[in-house]
């Protein structure tokens, strides 16, 4: 049974490119997450979306930061223009309405931005 | 001051030893509470719910205190293979939606 799956697992680029994230969460689980993780700040929660909707993107640190869930299978994390402050793991994880509250986070895209 | 506050460590012990993990958190409306644990450049991954009644799993045991606001993770016994972070995690509701991390204590089991 597959996991969680992000790609790619490591993007490095130049400040002002843009960046895509993508993740596939679970079969049949129905909410997703998106998380970034550095030393300085611990994991902190960008986006999540339940049934495909957008319902907390308090997290996300600016315009530059954009997500979007076209379908149950499918989410993307878009930084536009990258900065180097965006240097970090970026995790998705998932979660099933009959799990109660366990996430399952995918394995990370490492991204450093020069 | 942070929603999930957790000693960073390192906490480096001896295998076999007993080590406690302590955590507090500052919202009170908190419902759910978990420990995941962390290996190196890994993803966080569940390691148990905590309940009011307190809870163990094998050589680990989760405590809960509402009054306080205060969680503990005992780990008794301990491996090498523990040596991990381990997080705390909080939800303000009991039916999924938004966890809140602390930063994480860093375990050093030595042989």
């Not at chain 1, 499918?74 to 536009?80: A, H």
């Not at chain 2, 290996?39 to 509402?66: H, I, W």
């Not at chain 2, 205060?70 to 090498?80: A, E, G, N, P």
């Not at chain 2, 705390?88 to 966890?99: W, Y």
């Amino acid at each position: 049974d597959a996991g969680v799956i992000q790609s790619p697992r490591h993007e490095v680029t130049e400040m002002g490119q843009e960046v895509t994230l993508r993740c596939k969460p679970i079969s049949g689980h129905n909410s997703l997450f998106w998380y970034r993780q550095t030393m300085m700040r611990g994991l902190e929660l960008l986006i999540y979306f339940n049934n495909n909707v957008p319902i907390d993107d308090s997290g996300m640190p600016e315009d530059r930061f954009s997500a979007k869930m076209p379908n149950a299978s499918f989410s993307t994390l878009k930084i536009q223009p990258s900065e180097p402050r965006d240097s970090a793991v970026y995790f998705c994880a998932s979660q099933g309405k009959l799990k109660g509250n366990e996430q399952f986070f995918g394995p990370g895209t490492r991204l450093t931005v020069l | 001051r942070k929603e999930v506050e957790q000693d960073p460590g390192p906490f480096n012990v001896p295998e076999g030893a007993t080590v406690a993990f302590n955590c507090t958190y500052s919202n009170s409306a908190s419902q759910s509470f978990f420990w995941y644990r962390q290996d190196c450049r890994k993803e966080p991954k569940l390691l148990m719910s905590v309940y009011s009644s307190g809870n163990e799993d094998g050589r680990f045991t989760a405590q809960l205190n509402r009054a306080s606001q205060y969680i503990s993770l005992l780990i008794r016994d301990s491996k090498l293979s523990d040596s991990a972070t381990y997080l705390c995690v909080v939800n303000r509701s009991n039916q999924g939606g938004k966890l809140i991390f602390g930063q994480g204590t860093e375990l050093s089991v030595k042989p």
